[in-house]
């Protein structure tokens, strides 16, 4: 949608053409962005490919690269992004803060970590493939929990205490400009990874943001990235900022930037993979985004109950993404409150919260 | 594209897939909306019908109606605005302020009102149907121009003393919920009937723009119109606001609300025609907009000229209408700057126009 403001011609891949962006765009390919010749079709005719989700057939990729096509993000950033253990080792590799981890093939190399005492309970395991939106992560609280635990190749930290979680947007050009959004701030919910909340700018002192602004920025450079990185930091109570994941694509700790921003993270993507300026972000309003997930119990067409309400006030923004099932937790839409005082932002968007239900 | 955050089902009429609208509308049927069958088959399916262009065959929009189909605007309302003596004659009997007019038939009319006296030079003559943009007016300065009057029915107007053209968007919803936009001044060039910029919110006083903002909304009201619409007006030396005339839709004088505003003048449509809540628009910043018209001279392939000058800027939006061919002053796009200081949007605006040119 970014993109049709400036008549550039754009074409889409994805599964199904009921699928969200097969309503709003006109040349959509029905195929599988999993699969090898599907990429490779769709891509081989394209000046630029890019991606909104890194679970793209990276052979195909390549493939494209070698056929003189440009691949922002590169095909090689999205290789070792979508393996959480080659990323683990890239920040590892360039001395880039994280929390410590320890690879592991199978179970039974992670109860020899736990018999050994080189991990002990509570902590994470998570898959190096596949992992997404909480998917392929697992908190092993105590041994009476090891069943939880993946037969997969994974990686395990130990709890590392947080005060915050953090995310910045990164946006950089072949010529190597970055620009960094101001830093987000992302509230879970109690239960574990869902987003609550996400509160931009996020309440930590200025100091504090230029650093996490840096650190994100030389991720991206030390990645070489073309496009977008989306950078998901720890804040620890003794204050140091550790990378816990990237995603090289537009995020949803970035959606507030569509109304809150002169410039939405999805044009700032444009920007970056056509080689256009990329555009400060100093002019912004306070805002807070809330997701719109599923109901748990409901299974079936969407009814977005009490969306009246946040349809009645000024400076909050609905999207509806159009999926036709909405099922427990499933990311069914955002809404972004937008206000002059971030305090007012975050009341609002609790008070929304407690009204809109996803149910069918 | 606005209704597509909502998840809204959309379908475009229109003569062609290569024009803009077919770029990115999914449902698109191509047909020509003057034409009775046409609008007739392509309305029959929908819940809700409106336009974005009066010219549409109205006697079409009255059989939708007459079929259960809720057509905002109402083809009444529709009839009554394409017709420049049927629009005139509505604001004399709702005693609306407007410029004095002669309705006529035919050339011979207007000869007999020259001659009588009733009439007399300079003046200006608009033809009752199919004006647009500046197109079926002209302005007859002297009797060695009236080989220009046309023989058209039309209205003939003297000249009024102008200080200044003020344009109010409304929106307007079946429950009769009425908003107003901020005054909008529109700066045209010397030759004519060109917008050169538009500049919100207008440089008059708070009092005569609450005065245009109550005018607007009567007008509005007379015409019990659902969906948008835009009341172009004049401000009088003598400190009097005379309505131009009107436009039953999205119009050039709001396309400063879709960067300027939290909500824009297509989304306040939508939200009038489907019985939402309208928003209030008190949040803002200074907007100045400037049409992209094709350089004269030029004809073919559109090319932007000094169109990355235009891409660096924070706050400088472009909007490109994909259209495939550039001709003499065709509108190619506009651009809308933004400034937190109205003084500054105005600079900066100035200084684009000189630099972006559409050539071919």
Redesign the interface.
């Known amino acids: 949608?970014d993109a049709?403001?400036?008549?550039l011609n754009m074409a889409f891949l994805d599964k199904s053409k009921d699928f969200p962006v097969?309503?709003?765009?006109?040349n959509?390919m029905e195929g599988d962005f999993r699969d090898y010749r599907d990429v490779l079709e769709f891509g081989k005719d394209m000046d630029i490919v890019t991606i909104e989700i890194e679970n793209v057939n990276t052979r195909a990729l390549y493939e494209l690269e070698k056929q003189g096509i440009s691949v922002y993000p590169q095909a090689s950033i999205v290789e070792t992004i979508k393996n959480k253990g080659l990323q683990k080792d890239f920040y590892t590799r360039h001395d880039i803060p994280t929390c410590p981890y320890i690879k592991t093939n199978n179970k039974a190399d992670v109860y020899a970590l736990i018999e050994t005492g080189k991990i002990s309970y509570p902590f994470i395991q998570k898959k190096c493939e596949e992992g997404y939106d909480g998917r392929g992560v697992v908190a092993i609280m105590s041994q009476d929990e090891d069943h939880q635990i993946f037969e997969e190749p994974s990686i395990v930290e130990n709890f590392v205490n947080i005060d915050m979680e953090l995310s910045v947007i990164v946006g950089r050009n072949a010529d190597g400009q970055c620009v960094t959004y101001p830093v987000s701030e992302m509230v879970f919910n109690k239960q574990g990874h869902l987003l609550d909340m996400l509160v931009c700018p996020a309440r930590i002192g200025e100091k504090k943001a230029l650093q996490a602004r840096q650190l994100a920025e030389k991720v991206a450079e030390r990645l070489d990235i073309v496009g977008l990185l989306a950078v998901e930091m720890f804040l620890t109570p003794d204050d140091r900022i550790l990378v816990n994941e990237v995603a090289p694509r537009p995020h949803n700790s970035g959606h507030h930037t569509i109304?809150a921003f002169?410039?939405s993270q999805y044009e700032q993507l444009i920007?970056a993979i056509t080689g256009?300026?990329l555009?400060?972000t100093?002019?912004f309003q306070p805002a807070v985004m809330i997701n719109l997930l599923g109901e748990r119990g409901f299974h079936g067409t969407p009814h977005y109950e009490g969306l009246?309400m946040i349809?009645?006030?000024?400076?909050v923004?609905?999207?509806?993404?159009?999926k036709a099932v909405t099922k427990p937790l499933r990311k069914m839409?955002h809404v972004t409150v937008?206000r002059d005082k971030l305090s007012d932002a975050i009341d609002m968007a609790q008070k929304l919260k407690n009204h809109i239900k996803v149910k069918s």
Do not use: T
């Open positions: 949608q049709s403001k400036w008549g097969g309503q709003v765009c006109v959509f109304e002169w410039v920007r256009l300026p555009l400060q100093d002019h009246d349809l009645e006030v000024e400076g923004f609905p999207h509806i993404y159009g839409g937008v």
